[in-house]
């Protein structure tokens, strides 16, 4: 069984391939779409996943992480969009957890909820062909009120490591994702001292809970400052700061580190990816795991219009062969122009 693990993990960090986060909830897709004007309805949304699935693109996704409607739904012409993803060469994977939800005594923070009665959905999911997980704790930063607490990132922390165990015990791989937002107002450093905290947290619950780190994938942020801060970051400075602090928390056993977007735009997400390789001697993989910053352009394409299907396709595949050079460390902003 660990064996198996091990090599589906590895397989998601794959050289000059990453995954794909077509995992958004109903409410978050809703948004995406109302962007773009089209009504959320079940075939609106089989359709445009269906419009990913099956573009080139493909080629630079070794995984997609889906919702629990796609898992289950079935492509215009009958096929389950499951066989579709592995026909392209791809695994399929499941978000899990059931969103962030107030914690008690805890004014402005979240604990992710999920746990209950999760063994038995993993072995639903894995049945239905899910080979990897993902659940995501949220991670606010707002230093005027000293979030975040003690209490919420150990327990955050804690509720991450009982899913990837159960993940595990599954023959499911857990991506581990910690996500220190953007939102805010604070500086670069504020992000990295909060990150190192929450993985320094993450990865002794994932030693107390007995969880295999060969064969996990972490998804954390990167090291940036937050949105509304007034001093940004250069890309080669984002670079440095985002793999010291990798290098100071993640054992090299993990075999891959997969990052999320988290509000970045497209270009930015990938030319941080690419710096981060660049600076090489790196003891485990980088790569993607992009929601927006892989879809907000075949989105736009899209419009919610069957005759702009090809369109939305290339843009797709744009994007994930953008970020497939980048995981190699051959991106630049030539290619960029060149390849649009
Ligand atoms: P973004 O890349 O849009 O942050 O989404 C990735 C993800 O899966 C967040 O949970």
Not at 78 to 104: M, R
Not at 180 to 197: P, S
Request: proline share 5%.
């Amino acid at each position: 069984m660990t064996a198996e693990l091990d090599a589906i993990a590895q397989k998601m960090v794959a050289d000059g391939k990453g995954i794909l986060a077509a995992d958004e909830s109903g409410g978050t897709i809703k948004k995406r779409f109302d962007a773009i004007g089209v009504e959320s309805t079940e075939e609106n949304r089989r359709d445009y996943r269906e419009l990913m699935f099956r573009s080139q693109g493909m080629d630079y996704i070794s995984g997609v992480i889906l919702y629990d409607e796609t898992i289950r739904q079935k492509a215009k012409d009958g096929t389950p969009l499951v066989s579709v993803i592995e026909k392209a060469g791809a695994i399929p994977g499941i978000k899990v957890d059931a969103g962030a939800k107030p914690q008690p005594f805890c004014p402005g923070e979240t604990i992710t909820e999920g746990l209950d009665g999760l063994a038995g959905r993993l072995k639903e999911y894995y049945d239905l062909g899910a080979r990897f997980a993902k659940w995501r704790a949220v991670i606010d930063i707002d230093t005027t009120k000293h979030i975040p607490s003690y209490t919420s990132l150990r327990a955050n922390a804690h509720a991450l490591a009982r899913y990837a165990a159960l993940c595990q015990e599954a023959k499911i791989v857990p991506i581990v994702e910690p996500e220190v937002l953007m939102d805010g107002a604070h500086d670069i450093d504020t992000c990295y001292r909060v990150t190192e905290w929450a993985l320094k947290t993450v990865f002794e619950e994932l030693y107390y809970q007995r969880v295999r780190l060969e064969g996990m994938v972490l998804k954390p942020n990167m090291i940036v400052p937050g949105k509304k801060s007034p001093v940004q970051a250069s890309v080669a400075e984002v670079a440095e700061k985002t793999v010291r602090v990798l290098k100071a928390c993640v054992p090299t056993a993990v075999p891959g580190i997969a990052f999320l977007s988290g509000g970045q735009s497209d270009e930015d997400a990938t030319a941080h990816l690419d710096a981060m390789v660049k600076l090489g001697g790196l003891p485990w993989k980088l790569t993607y795991s992009y929601g927006r910053a892989l879809q907000a352009a075949p989105q736009k394409a899209w419009s919610g219009k069957p005759e702009n299907v090809a369109k939305a396709q290339a843009a797709f595949a744009h994007r994930a062969h953008m970020n497939s050079l980048a995981a190699l460390g051959k991106w630049s902003a030539e290619e960029e122009r060149k390849a649009a």
